[in-house]
């Protein structure tokens, strides 16, 4: 290879031709090194932060073709910028050929710096041979202009610039690793910077390699025909072009994939900090993202994989432990236009980690409504079944070891009270006052916080049934007359004589009168009258409990019916209480689908409750023959000669025989001549009232053992008046007579035991509670008792019994067990107890109390219907 071909190693010769730079021009380079230089970076961050190989590829061979195109936009322009005394020309072989030079420096680049991992030695090896290129890039574009000139180059010049090619190339490698760290604004100034550097080394070699040229003319110059050349009047369209293209093309793009790659990793980081897990599919059932909630708990990875995969991965089961057969899995099934809300589930992993989880799925739409894929979410509840577990465990402590013990206390005082077990000082009796009201408060603050536990957690049981209103209403007035005398008011009933059939759980119902009812007594003046009244309204019934009190502080009504919620004004506070009932009143009402609210005024507050009215009848209840004793003869006490017969027609229709008596002296004589299953009993008689005559016939002999039946306008006052006596009678029916609860009350007619008194079987394991029931029914029945289910068992099969009382928690199994056991001996079963009665098993039972809410009162009324 002859050197002098290539190096003017001699003297500059005198006819080298001399030029000048344009000042414009020579900025214009400038400027767009600086551009492509941003854009090298900028795609450099875009090509490092890109995971997929396909698209890796795409941005390397778009990224070198866009550096490429500018670093050589710059050298072409610097050339131009260049003027000689003569006209130039660019031959098109060797100006393509730098052009592919420079893109194939940049794919370099962009090769090496698309690596995590890198070596110092690496690094600089590939900024040697970039910078190679670079500079080949350089003289095979000065090739091209040899059509016009010789060109020779300074051999210090020239290895100089291939060494500042060399050295732009490392410093732009090192500068390119470092320009996507930091915050957005920092990336930018950072680039920027680097920017502005990089275009000077660039131009620093363009034009070192420029002054290293010696330009002589050709001696003989001409061009051939067939040659391709580049003339300068096309200079600008060419910068333009590669100008806008590396803008447009290369930054735009890169900025706008920046964005979309920030909001996926914005997504991602957001799927990827849920606690629940989600899967998720394209159309075709290709699993396309797995959040690292549900990932970590893989065995493997199943991006890729397909749905019918899953079952490699996982098994699902219902909350019976029933395996999910493949193609009714979640995913799948939500693949197929499926919703699901709220599924639970039992998920088992691979690596034997099991989970309680609810799911949710549906299908991922586009805003066309063209499906895309599906998705699932997996909540998983295994901590919160847990602190429900927890929960549950310690509200049956509180029920059974915090209740029982209280109930007994709440029972031995009201027996002490009410002077059953003898007169007490004042001093006495006042202490055992206190201790009884404040024992009452402190039941009802843990009935109602676990009354409130149940509704929140949504197990508060609901037995729905056809009702009366105005029944429910009267019962729940008769309940609260004690309470009212308390608090010197009285009751004044508002309502038509007509039913109100609803559709509710009466002892829910029940419940909220009492609530509302107990609370307009406690603030009513003493004096004054609670108006309870019920009507319809267009489809609904009303039932409002108005007190005569003081107003409701405006502040205090929005959160009346909070949890916890009192008045602080001094004449509401200290009126006892929880400030509970009103939230569960309103949470019952409301899942009965009726409406609770107040209306409150300086001289009145009335609270009330709207129900949806149903068209049924009430009482639709029918009794064949076999299940009423046919054989009884029974005889009616009236004096209303049309009702006695329209009643005997009624009752011989049922194959019953039936005998009239119209006076009180009738009716002695002829239950003197002639044995009778019953005495159907008028309490307004001509001759002599009822309740003198009930007496009479308890204290003869030869009439002691008759059962009587009720029938009377005044049945309710009767019955309050004869007060003990009342759980002799077998059932207090108010007219107009309802004939089929008249042949109710006739089959609970019972054979009585020889002294007079029912048997009642007590299957309790708290001696306590069984010595209290003994005191509390002494003189109205004989009380055996059962510790347990295998005791109580032996105790029905030797004898018959009126009437079985049951508790549920009991030292050898659940109470309910014995429920269906039960049923064979046809006699009433009342379940008293701290546990709710399921409602699977209420069709096995006459009645159910809950020990810690029920009053002597009420368990003594309970039981005198039920017997």
Same mark, same amino acid.
């Given at each position: 290879?002859?050197?002098?071909?290539?190096?003017?190693? +001699?003297?500059?010769?005198?006819?080298?031709?001399?030029?000048?730079? +344009?000042?414009?021009?020579?900025?214009?380079? =400038?400027?767009?090194?600086?551009?492509?230089?941003?854009?090298?970076?900028?795609?450099?961050?875009?090509?490092?932060?890109?995971?997929?190989?396909?698209?890796?590829?795409?941005?390397?061979?778009?990224?070198?073709?866009?550096?490429?195109?500018?670093?050589?936009?710059?050298?072409?322009?610097?050339?131009?910028?260049?003027?000689?005394?003569?006209?130039?020309?660019?031959?098109?072989?060797?100006?393509?050929?730098?052009?592919?030079?420079?893109?194939?420096?940049?794919?370099?680049?962009?090769?090496?710096?698309?690596?995590?991992?890198?070596?110092?030695?690496?690094?600089?090896?590939?900024?040697?041979?970039?910078?190679?290129?670079?500079?080949?890039?350089?003289?095979?574009?000065?090739?091209? &202009?040899?059509?016009?000139?010789?060109?020779?180059?300074?051999?210090?010049?020239?290895?100089?610039?291939?060494?500042?090619?060399?050295?732009?190339?490392?410093?732009?490698?090192?500068?390119?690793?470092?320009?996507?760290?930091?915050?957005?604004?920092?990336?930018?100034?950072?680039?920027?910077?680097?920017?502005?550097?990089?275009?000077?080394?660039?131009?620093?070699?363009?034009?070192?390699?420029?002054?290293?040229?010696?330009?002589?003319?050709?001696?003989?110059?001409? &061009?051939?025909?067939?040659?391709?050349?580049?003339?300068?009047?096309?200079?600008?369209?060419?910068?333009?072009?590669?100008?806008?293209?590396?803008?447009?093309?290369?930054?735009?793009?890169?900025?706008? !994939?920046?964005?979309?790659?920030?909001?996926?990793?914005? #997504?991602?980081?957001?799927?990827?900090? #849920?606690?629940?897990?989600?899967?998720?599919?394209?159309?075709?059932?290709?699993?396309?993202?797995?959040?690292?909630?549900?990932?970590?708990?893989?065995?493997?990875?199943?991006?890729?994989?397909?749905?019918?995969?899953?079952?490699?991965?996982?098994?699902?089961?219902?909350?019976?432990?029933?395996?999910?057969?493949?193609?009714?899995?979640?995913?799948?099934?939500?693949?197929?236009?499926?919703?699901?809300?709220?599924?639970?589930?039992?998920?088992?992993?691979?690596?034997?980690?099991?989970?309680?989880?609810?799911?949710?799925?549906?299908?991922?739409?586009?805003?066309?409504?063209?499906?895309?894929?599906?998705?699932?979410?997996?909540?998983?509840?295994?901590?919160?079944?847990?602190?429900?577990?927890? !929960?549950?465990?310690?509200?049956?402590?509180?029920?059974?070891?915090?209740?029982?013990?209280?109930?007994?206390?709440?029972?031995?005082?009201?027996?002490?009270?009410?002077?059953?077990?003898?007169?007490?000082?004042?001093?006495?009796?006042?202490?055992?006052?206190?201790?009884?009201?404040?024992?009452?408060?402190?039941?009802?603050?843990?009935?109602?916080?676990?009354?409130?536990?149940?509704?929140?957690?949504?197990?508060?049981?609901?037995?729905?049934?056809?009702?009366?209103?105005?029944?429910?209403?009267?019962?729940?007035?008769?309940?609260?007359?004690?309470?009212?005398?308390?608090?010197?008011?009285?009751?004044?009933?508002?309502?038509?004589?007509?039913?109100?059939?609803?559709?509710?759980?009466? +002892?829910?119902?029940?419940?909220?009168?009492?609530?509302?009812?107990?609370?307009?007594?406690?603030?009513?003046?003493?004096?004054?009258?609670?108006?309870?009244?019920?009507?319809?309204?267009?489809?609904?019934?009303?039932?409002?409990?108005?007190?005569?009190?003081?107003?409701?502080?405006?502040?205090?009504?929005?959160?009346?019916?909070?949890?916890?919620?009192?008045?602080?004004?001094?004449?509401?506070?200290?009126?006892?209480?929880?400030?509970?009932?009103?939230?569960?009143?309103?949470?019952?009402?409301?899942?009965?689908?009726?409406?609770?609210?107040?209306?409150?005024?300086?001289?009145?507050?009335?609270?009330?409750?709207?129900?949806?009215?149903?068209?049924?009848?009430?009482?639709?209840?029918?009794?064949?023959?076999?299940?009423?004793?046919?054989?009884?003869?029974?005889?009616?006490?009236?004096?209303?000669?049309?009702?006695?017969?329209?009643?005997?027609?009624?009752?011989?229709?049922?194959?019953?025989?039936?005998?009239?008596?119209?006076?009180?002296?009738?009716?002695?004589?002829?239950?003197?001549?002639?044995?009778?299953?019953?005495?159907?009993?008028?309490?307004?008689?001509?001759?002599?009232?009822?309740?003198?005559?009930?007496?009479?016939?308890?204290?003869?002999?030869?009439?002691?053992?008759?059962?009587?039946?009720?029938?009377?306008?005044?049945?309710?006052?009767?019955?309050?008046?004869?007060?003990?006596?009342?759980?002799?009678?077998?059932?207090?029916?108010?007219?107009?007579?309802?004939?089929?609860?008249?042949?109710?009350?006739?089959?609970?007619?019972?054979?009585?035991?020889?002294?007079?008194?029912?048997?009642?079987? =007590?299957?309790?394991?708290?001696?306590?509670?069984?010595?209290?029931?003994?005191?509390?029914?002494?003189?109205?029945?004989?009380? &055996?008792?059962?510790?347990?289910?295998?005791?109580?068992?032996?105790?029905?099969?030797?004898?018959?019994? +009126?009437?079985?009382?049951?508790?549920?928690?009991?030292?050898?199994?659940?109470?309910?067990?014995?429920?269906?056991?039960?049923?064979?001996?046809?006699?009433?079963?009342?379940?008293?107890?701290?546990?709710?009665?399921?409602?699977?098993?209420?069709?096995?039972?006459?009645?159910?109390?809950?020990?810690?809410?029920?009053?002597?009162?009420?368990?003594? !009324?309970?039981?005198?219907?039920? #017997?």
């Amino acid at each position: 290879m002859n050197l002098g071909n290539w190096f003017q190693l +001699d003297t500059i010769p005198n006819n080298a031709i001399s030029g000048h730079y +344009d000042i414009k021009l020579v900025i214009l380079s =400038y400027i767009i090194a600086v551009l492509a230089s941003y854009v090298a970076l900028d795609l450099v961050g875009s090509l490092r932060a890109e995971r997929r190989k396909r698209a890796r590829i795409f941005w390397l061979i778009g990224g070198a073709i866009a550096m490429g195109l500018g670093i050589w936009s710059m050298h072409f322009v610097g050339m131009m910028a260049f003027i000689m005394p003569m006209p130039m020309r660019y031959e098109f072989t060797w100006t393509a050929a730098s052009l592919l030079a420079a893109i194939l420096a940049s794919a370099l680049a962009l090769f090496i710096l698309q690596k995590k991992n890198y070596s110092l030695i690496h690094l600089g090896l590939g900024g040697i041979i970039i910078g190679l290129a670079i500079a080949t890039m350089h003289y095979m574009g000065m090739e091209g &202009m040899k059509t016009h000139v010789n060109i020779h180059y300074l051999p210090g010049l020239f290895v100089l610039s291939i060494i500042i090619a060399i050295v732009a190339a490392e410093a732009a490698l090192w500068l390119a690793l470092r320009s996507n760290k930091g915050t957005n604004r920092q990336q930018f100034h950072f680039k920027l910077v680097s920017a502005l550097i990089m275009g000077v080394a660039i131009c620093g070699m363009h034009y070192t390699g420029m002054e290293a040229s010696v330009f002589t003319p050709l001696t003989t110059h001409h &061009m051939f025909s067939g040659m391709q050349i580049i003339t300068t009047n096309y200079l600008p369209f060419f910068v333009a072009g590669t100008t806008i293209l590396i803008l447009i093309l290369a930054l735009t793009t890169s900025t706008y !994939k920046k964005m979309i790659s920030n909001e996926k990793e914005f #997504l991602k980081a957001m799927l990827n900090n #849920l606690e629940d897990g989600i899967i998720a599919c394209n159309s075709m059932g290709k699993i396309t993202m797995v959040n690292d909630s549900l990932n970590k708990k893989m065995s493997s990875n199943i991006i890729g994989k397909y749905v019918d995969d899953l079952p490699k991965h996982f098994s699902m089961y219902s909350v019976n432990n029933e395996k999910i057969l493949d193609e009714k899995l979640p995913l799948k099934r939500v693949l197929k236009g499926e919703k699901i809300q709220e599924l639970p589930l039992l998920i088992k992993f691979n690596n034997n980690l099991v989970n309680d989880v609810v799911i949710d799925g549906q299908e991922i739409l586009n805003a066309s409504g063209k499906r895309l894929g599906a998705l699932t979410v997996i909540h998983d509840v295994t901590e919160l079944k847990r602190t429900e577990k927890l !929960k549950k465990e310690f509200v049956s402590i509180v029920s059974h070891e915090l209740r029982t013990p209280l109930t007994s206390i709440r029972g031995s005082l009201g027996l002490l009270v009410s002077g059953v077990m003898g007169g007490f000082s004042d001093k006495a009796k006042k202490l055992l006052e206190i201790a009884n009201n404040n024992c009452e408060r402190l039941l009802l603050l843990i009935n109602d916080i676990l009354d409130i536990e149940k509704i929140e957690a949504g197990k508060m049981e609901f037995q729905l049934i056809e009702a009366d209103l105005q029944t429910l209403v009267n019962e729940a007035v008769e309940s609260n007359k004690m309470y009212a005398e308390k608090y010197g008011v009285k009751f004044n009933l508002l309502s038509p004589d007509e039913s109100f059939p609803i559709q509710v759980d009466p +002892d829910r119902l029940i419940q909220v009168l009492n609530n509302l009812i107990s609370n307009a007594c406690k603030f009513s003046e003493k004096g004054n009258k609670v108006e309870i009244s019920i009507q319809k309204q267009n489809g609904i019934v009303r039932c409002s409990v108005s007190n005569y009190g003081p107003e409701i502080p405006i502040e205090f009504r929005p959160r009346i019916f909070q949890k916890f919620s009192q008045a602080d004004a001094s004449n509401t506070r200290g009126k006892s209480g929880t400030g509970l009932g009103l939230n569960i009143s309103k949470a019952i009402i409301e899942k009965l689908g009726g409406q609770i609210n107040f209306a409150s005024t300086p001289e009145k507050t009335t609270f009330y409750f709207d129900l949806p009215l149903i068209q049924s009848p009430v009482c639709d209840t029918s009794f064949s023959n076999e299940e009423i004793f046919a054989d009884k003869k029974l005889l009616i006490c009236e004096d209303d000669e049309d009702q006695a017969n329209y009643l005997k027609v009624l009752l011989e229709s049922a194959g019953y025989v039936a005998n009239i008596a119209h006076t009180a002296k009738e009716a002695k004589k002829l239950l003197t001549s002639n044995h009778y299953e019953a005495l159907l009993l008028d309490l307004v008689l001509p001759d002599q009232d009822g309740v003198s005559f009930i007496r009479e016939l308890r204290s003869n002999r030869e009439t002691k053992d008759i059962q009587i039946i009720v029938l009377s306008v005044m049945a309710q006052t009767g019955r309050t008046l004869l007060n003990g006596d009342a759980i002799r009678v077998v059932d207090w029916l108010d007219k107009p007579i309802d004939f089929n609860k008249l042949l109710t009350a006739i089959s609970k007619i019972k054979n009585i035991d020889s002294n007079n008194k029912p048997n009642i079987l =007590y299957i309790e394991d708290n001696h306590d509670q069984q010595h209290l029931m003994t005191v509390l029914l002494n003189k109205h029945a004989n009380i &055996m008792t059962a510790d347990n289910l295998r005791e109580a068992k032996e105790m029905l099969q030797q004898r018959r019994y +009126d009437l079985v009382i049951l508790d549920l928690l009991l030292p050898d199994g659940n109470g309910v067990d014995i429920l269906p056991w039960l049923a064979k001996y046809h006699f009433p079963v009342l379940v008293l107890s701290n546990l709710e009665l399921s409602q699977d098993y209420a069709k096995y039972v006459s009645d159910a109390l809950i020990k810690s809410k029920s009053s002597n009162e009420v368990l003594l !009324k309970t039981i005198a219907n039920l #017997l």
